[in-house]
């Protein structure tokens, strides 16, 4: 019966992101077309406005996401399509990103640099950039005004990718249930 409901579940919940999808593809969209119309430009205030729902939809596109990643992973149909990736590429990428929310939180972002140049690594580019983009998140998030966040990558046997932030931490008391389901 467990499994019966959990299936149901994640059935609902990819249904549900997919039918979220379509309404919020479509507020992007037109959001995006008022930006560019040339023959009736937004003033200022329109296109502060516009931004807002922009990175509002943007963001709720990314949670919708995170569901349907989260419904394939219960139903085990989450591919993996491994290739050679250049890990510094990928935090440039999270960097650019993350760079706009940092900057209204008054957090600075670094790239430690690394001797030579970093191997490539094998592995799901948009699963490592979406891994590298929650770790850059929550550093940010849940960092204080100037606070830093600092990317690395280190190589001992295998290539390590680092984000370390100067935040509030996790208490003592809380760290042990960090991996528990929430």
């Given at each position: 019966?467990?499994?019966?409901?959990s299936?149901?579940?994640?059935?609902f919940?990819?249904?549900?992101?997919?039918?979220?999808r379509?309404?919020?593809?479509?507020i992007?969209?037109?959001?995006?077309?008022?930006?560019?119309?040339?023959?009736t430009?937004?003033?200022?205030r329109?296109r502060?406005?516009?931004?807002?729902?922009l990175?509002?939809?943007e963001?709720?596109l990314?949670l919708?996401?995170?569901?349907?990643?989260?419904?394939?992973?219960?139903?085990?149909?989450?591919s993996?399509?491994?290739?050679?990736?250049?890990?510094?590429e990928v935090?440039?990428?999270?960097m650019?990103l993350?760079?706009?929310i940092?900057?209204?939180?008054?957090?600075?972002?670094?790239?430690?640099?690394?001797?030579?140049?970093?191997?490539?690594?094998?592995?799901?580019?948009?699963?490592?950039?979406?891994?590298?983009?929650?770790?850059?998140?929550?550093?940010?998030?849940?960092?204080?005004?100037?606070?830093?966040v600092?990317?690395a990558?280190?190589?001992?046997?295998?290539?390590?990718?680092?984000?370390?932030?100067?935040?509030?931490?996790?208490?003592?008391?809380?760290?042990?249930?960090?991996?528990?389901?929430?």
């Amino acid at each position: 019966a467990a499994e019966e409901a959990s299936a149901a579940k994640s059935e609902f919940l990819a249904s549900m992101s997919h039918e979220l999808r379509t309404p919020l593809n479509a507020i992007l969209g037109f959001a995006q077309l008022l930006q560019r119309d040339r023959h009736t430009p937004l003033d200022e205030r329109q296109r502060a406005r516009t931004e807002h729902i922009l990175r509002g939809g943007e963001h709720l596109l990314h949670l919708v996401d995170e569901v349907l990643d989260l419904a394939r992973i219960e139903s085990n149909r989450m591919s993996v399509v491994p290739e050679r990736v250049h890990p510094r590429e990928v935090i440039d990428e999270v960097m650019g990103l993350l760079g706009p929310i940092a900057t209204r939180k008054h957090v600075a972002l670094h790239f430690l640099p690394f001797e030579g140049d970093p191997p490539f690594v094998h592995a799901d580019r948009a699963r490592l950039a979406q891994i590298v983009t929650n770790f850059g998140s929550n550093a940010v998030k849940y960092n204080r005004a100037g606070g830093e966040v600092t990317f690395a990558i280190s190589v001992a046997e295998r290539v390590r990718v680092t984000v370390r932030d100067n935040g509030i931490g996790i208490p003592l008391d809380q760290q042990a249930k960090v991996f528990e389901p929430f």
